[in-house]
């Protein structure tokens, strides 16, 4: 994949309430409960990806792992590229993307700025927010790809 040729629809709808510090954590029109297993069974079945605990996000955030062989990917989060949570509502999620993917997502309106970003200069460390249909799940998908996929070819 080339930086031209990720491209997102515009996310429909206002913004979620979003609660402004720590824990930064979507407050607001997340995701139904078939929408979020869905997703996470998505993410979870992704080769190279196992599920642990966060070790940057409150503990009842489901977290993806990259496997052993790739190591660590940053000194913060060691393994873990992302990581969903599940309350106070199920789905949104922190994930990093370069900047100019960063740009695409927050131009479209799919989430917005971690409010400690970041703590490696390379990447944009993001909130990624809820899905609340399935269209939007496919483009929830597209984004976590594209920082899987660059999580993996950073880290190899």
């Keep these: ?6 491209e997102l629809p515009q996310r429909k709808g206002e913004a979620p ?5 720590m824990p930064h954590l ?3 029109d997340n995701a139904g409960e078939d929408v979020y297993r869905q997703m996470a069974e998505w993410l979870f079945g992704l080769d190279h990806i196992e599920e642990g605990r ?12 990259v496997k052993d062989e790739y190591g660590p990917i940053n000194p ?10 599940t ?20 131009g479209k309106g799919w989430g ?13 460390l993001l909130m ?19 920082a899987y996929e660059w999580t993996l070819n950073t880290a190899s």
């Design 1 to 6: 994949m080339t930086q031209t040729d990720f």
């Design 17 to 21: 309430q979003v609660n402004p510090g």
């Design 26 to 28: 979507q407050l607001s």
């Design 54 to 65: 966060s070790r940057v996000s409150i503990p009842t955030s489901r977290a993806a792992w």
């Design 76 to 85: 913060i989060a060691q393994r873990e590229f992302t990581h969903i949570h």
């Design 87 to 106: 309350e106070p509502g199920p789905g949104s999620q922190h994930l990093a993307l370069t900047a100019p993917d960063a740009e695409e997502v927050l």
């Design 112 to 124: 917005e700025p971690h409010p400690t970003n970041p703590y490696i200069p390379e990447f944009e």
């Design 128 to 146: 990624i927010y809820a899905p609340r249909t399935d269209d939007e799940l496919e483009a929830v998908k597209a984004i976590i790809t594209r």
